[in-house]
């Protein structure tokens, strides 16, 4: 405890004595002080650096790599793929040239010409086409352009109304832009992981077209 009362003590006597009486003398009430510094370390909330939901190494899609492209350019609309329409009859499909007969799969009673990797069209009952589903990239939406490898962040993009993921096919997410004029879905995205684990940057397996209900992705064709 000395230590520190006698030098203070001292300082006060030897300043009423007037030891220094320099114009040059630093007064102590105006010294200068050390600029004060604040952290800029890095917010682990914010920081995509150390963020787990931007970083690869953590991404569950990290990896993942899509399919061989289909070569021929096919635009994707609400209910429609290419010049084929959901609610065609089976002949109707055919006569566009995008469709031919095929197998009892899944109720495909056609096919997309050529029975390309990646083209699944189902039928209804009544033998009307019910659903297209492609999974393949190369075709697009034409609302923003989304392909199958494209990330969840550019489908909310691309489809601001876009609904929040819920659980769908084999562990993974869909979503659905609602239609404009009655809110049902008439397109269907199927995302890679599921819902407690999609990011912007996880990316869309698969795009189906409907007439309305939501699409089914839950087949293992």
Known sequence: MLRFVVPLALAAVL?????????DAEDPTTAATSPVTTSTAADPTTDPTTDPTTDPATDPASGWTPPAAYPTPVTIRPGQVGKVRVGMSL?????TGQLEDGAALCGELVRWTGNPDGFLVLNDRSRRISQITVSVPGPRTERGGIQVGSTYGELRAAFPGLT??????????????????????????????PPAQVTDRTPVIAIA????????FQYDC
């Open 15 to 23: 300043t009423a004595c007037g030891t220094d009486d320099s114009p």
């Open 91 to 95: 002949a109707e499909g055919r006569a």
């Open 209 to 216: 077209a409907t007439g309305g209900d939501k699409p089914y």
């Open 164 to 193: 929040k993921p819920v659980a769908d096919g084999w562990d993974g997410a869909s979503v659905y832009p609602p239609g404009e004029e009655d809110g049902r879905a008439y397109l269907g995205f199927l995302l890679l992981v």
